[in-house]
């Protein structure tokens, strides 16, 4: 499936910048448009990580840290 350009950015970009943009009003943050690609830049890297982290198996015998 190919992806539906708006103004240079796909549909997935436009709502993970509209994301970006609305996470960072939500804290009082007025993300300047300049800003916006490396922001999405940064999710796109972070939910790498993430998804590294939650794929990763623990053996059954690992308790709770803490």
């Known amino acids: 499936m190919e ?3 708006h103004g240079g ?3 997935a970009d436009l709502a993970d910048a509209a994301f970006a943009v609305g996470v ?3 804290i009082g943050i007025d993300l300047p448009e ?3 690609e490396g922001v999405v830049a940064n999710l796109a890297l972070l939910r790498g990580h993430a ?3 939650d794929d ?3 053996p059954g015998d690992i308790g709770i840290a803490g």
Do not use: K, P
Request: hydrophobic share 60%.
């Open 3 to 5: 992806a539906v350009q």
């Open 9 to 11: 950015r796909d549909e």
């Open 24 to 26: 960072a009003a939500s």
């Open 34 to 36: 300049a800003c916006v």
């Open 51 to 53: 998804a590294r982290i």
């Open 56 to 58: 990763f198996a623990l």
